[in-house]
């Protein structure tokens, strides 16, 4: 929603200079009050170093703030109201020279009692004054906006800090004759708004299920045993509930912020035909910054078994029971009821969240199937149309479901045997010397055995059986040594493995979508209203005219809703190869038993692992196996916002 709100009627002659002195004094007192709790709000030090680059540790700041605290500001610059044409389109200003802040004497009429409004000009030009209290440079930016703002306790969004960060204030004033630089505010008359652009499904996750009756009770009665009475119930139902539930694929949206200039006449008259013509900002027509594509969500199919369960009101009711034996009988009565409620337990599912397949070949390489996570994060590209409404495209690519890892730290183990103590296991008791000479012994009987084979000599297979009874009987020795160990260590055992660097490069298979928006001819309606005026409806660059009223002066207030209504999406989703490696060190787990007591300590002695090399999966190449969907935008709620501006009546004006 743009608001613009411009004074019409006679000229400001009208306005005394008491007038405007009094909205200053109640502004300037406004700023006083602002300042003065300063140095004991929390984000003070963010104010100072995000305005100025300065910490409240600072002796220049921290002597402004003991000052502001003890009311003590007679150092203020001085404030002067100038006449129509000496501040230009400036509403106020401020010039280091003649420390002096300037106010627009336009800018104060068509604000009277506007106390926030002249408050918001005094508080920035104020700032360029603090500006130059605690640097010696000028800040870079519009530091003065910066600081009226926070002081305001008004949020800036990090796109409009990075703008008032890059914005040049800086211009020159003509005061009787003298030129002066000076600081100034005037009016940005570019109106930012954004539509979420996002296509959903219309229905839910289809689903299909069957139900099969555990326990259907319904009874009740009463019981009666001496001088204990009641009535009790039971009502129960409980089912057995397969499931299967159809995956899905979302599609994606974008949030879309389109800058537009709105023309405004500087003066009108009364009775006069004005007009308000919204175009595109040609330099800008989108703010890069806030345009992005929102990640798609994908669902797997899922299958599974739900336990349902009604509980109605059960338990004990009139509870009747006489104490007091041997004196006089009193009888008491109470309920020991469970409240009716239902729910549902899942007892065992398979699919989405939770299809996990793994398989590792010597140690070296292994395979994995998984689901298919979505990335929190997805790339925006923005194109151009002949129309200038710019296009938008999206893609996200989703952690892989199939994945072929090697074990690069494993590999080096075996190009490099020291390599091999980046990672081990030690356990206790252990044979494991006579289990290192065992497999000395078996690697020289298959060594023994393909001699025989290729020299097929008497005494060649006399070897190879001598070779094969030592590494048996070596193995054997082995075994009963280990055996014997643990039975004297009584029920003790430690198993423990590290990793001092595990590295992993990660070959797989993702999915990406690629959402395209195409804005159609005339994508955006605009709606303009005026009071006990009829409304109109247009698009980009047309007139919206209305009548000035034909006598008197106030506030008329104009006010505009942008909708966008006409688009293409079209989603793209495709099987992608995609390379990823992961890092991880320092990872521990052991195994302590002894008896019955058991114990299985495992993590990591630095934080911060593992880490994925790029964040997210790069892609290799382009998507294949892939298909398209192309439809209508769901039209949104109109996203909304505001625009202030003031324009004065000109009694000259034709």
Do not use: C
Not at 249 to 259: C, H, M, R, S
Not at 403 to 411: K, P
Not at 499 to 516: F, I, R, W, Y
Request: hydrophobic residues 35%; aromatic residues 8%; without cysteine.
């Amino acid at each position: 929603m743009l608001q613009d709100t411009f004074v019409v009627g006679d000229n400001d002659d009208r306005l005394t200079d008491r007038d405007r002195l009094e909205t200053v004094k109640d502004a300037t007192q406004q700023v006083q009050v602002l300042l003065a709790s300063l140095g004991d709000r929390q984000d003070a030090e963010t104010i100072f170093t995000t305005a100025f680059g300065k910490s409240t540790g600072d002796r220049a700041v921290a002597d402004l703030l003991t000052n502001w605290s003890a009311g003590n500001f007679e150092d203020f610059p001085k404030i002067e109201v100038l006449t129509e044409g000496e501040l230009g389109d400036a509403l106020g200003a401020y010039a280091a020279e003649t420390q002096t802040i300037y106010l627009s004497g336009e800018f104060l009429a068509a604000n009277r009692g506007n106390v926030a409004a002249v408050t918001d000009v005094l508080l920035e030009e104020l700032g360029h004054w603090v500006d130059s209290q605690v640097n010696a440079e000028d800040s870079p930016g519009d530091e003065g906006a910066i600081f009226s703002a926070l002081v305001r306790g008004e949020a800036l969004r990090k796109d409009e800090l990075a703008a008032l960060k890059l914005e040049s204030d800086l211009d020159e004033l003509n005061l009787n004759g003298n030129i002066l630089v000076v600081e100034k505010k005037t009016v940005d008359e570019t109106l930012d708004f954004s539509v979420n652009v996002t296509q959903e499904e219309q229905n839910d996750v289809r689903r299909e299920e069957a139900s099969f009756t555990l326990v259907d009770l319904n009874e009740g009665s009463n019981f009666k045993a001496g001088s204990l009475d009641f009535d009790w119930s039971l009502n129960l139902n409980a089912e057995l509930v397969p499931f299967f539930e159809f995956g899905k694929i979302e599609t994606a949206g974008f949030t879309y912020p389109v800058n537009l200039d709105v023309f405004v006449p500087e003066f009108v008259a009364n009775n006069e035909s004005f007009s308000l013509i919204p175009s595109l900002d040609l330099q800008n027509p989108i703010d890069r910054s806030g345009a992005e594509s929102q990640p798609v969500e994908i669902r797997l199919p899922k299958a599974g078994i739900d336990l349902k369960y009604t509980l109605g009101e059960s338990g004990l009711k009139n509870v009747k029971a006489q104490n007091a034996p041997g004196g006089e009988a009193q009888e008491q009565t109470s309920d020991l009821l469970v409240p009716a409620q239902s729910g549902k337990i899942e007892l065992v599912s398979f699919g989405q969240d939770s299809f996990q397949f793994s398989r590792d070949f010597g140690g070296l390489v292994s395979l994995n199937f998984k689901s298919p996570n979505s990335q929190s994060e997805s790339n925006t590209e923005i194109g151009q149309t002949l129309g200038g409404i710019p296009t938008l495209k999206g893609t996200n690519i989703t952690g892989n479901f199939a994945e072929l890892s090697l074990d690069l730290d494993a590999l080096l183990g075996v190009l490099y045997t020291p390599a091999k103590a980046l990672s081990n296991k030690i356990t206790f008791p252990n044979a494991n010397q006579e289990k290192r000479q065992a497999q000395q012994n078996r690697e020289s009987a298959n060594l023994a055995i393909d001699a025989a084979r290729d020299i097929e000599t008497p005494e060649a297979f006399d070897v190879a059986q001598n070779e094969i009874a030592r590494a048996n009987e070596s193995e054997r020795i082995a075994k009963e040594l280990e055996d014997r160990r643990k039975k004297s260590a009584k029920g003790f055992s430690v198993d423990l493995s590290y990793d001092l660097l595990d590295v992993k490069a990660n070959l797989g298979l993702g999915l990406e979508q690629a959402t395209n928006f195409q804005p159609g001819e005339n994508p955006i309606r605009i709606t303009m209203e005026i009071e006990s005026q009829e409304n109109q409806v247009g698009g980009i660059d047309d007139l919206f005219t209305f009548q000035a009223p034909q006598s008197g002066t106030g506030i008329l207030k104009a006010k505009a809703t942008y909708e966008l209504v006409n688009g293409t999406i079209t989603n793209s989703i495709g099987v992608i190869p995609t390379f990823q490696s992961t890092i991880d060190a320092l990872k521990y787990s052991a195994s302590i038993n002894f008896g019955k007591f058991k114990l299985g300590p495992s993590g990591r002695l630095v934080p911060g692992f593992p880490i994925n090399l790029p964040k997210n999966p790069l892609p290799l190449g382009e998507p294949f196996v892939s298909f398209t969907v192309r439809s209508p935008f769901s039209q949104n709620r109109p996203e909304t916002g505001f625009f202030d501006k003031s324009m004065l009546m000109n009694s000259d004006a034709d």
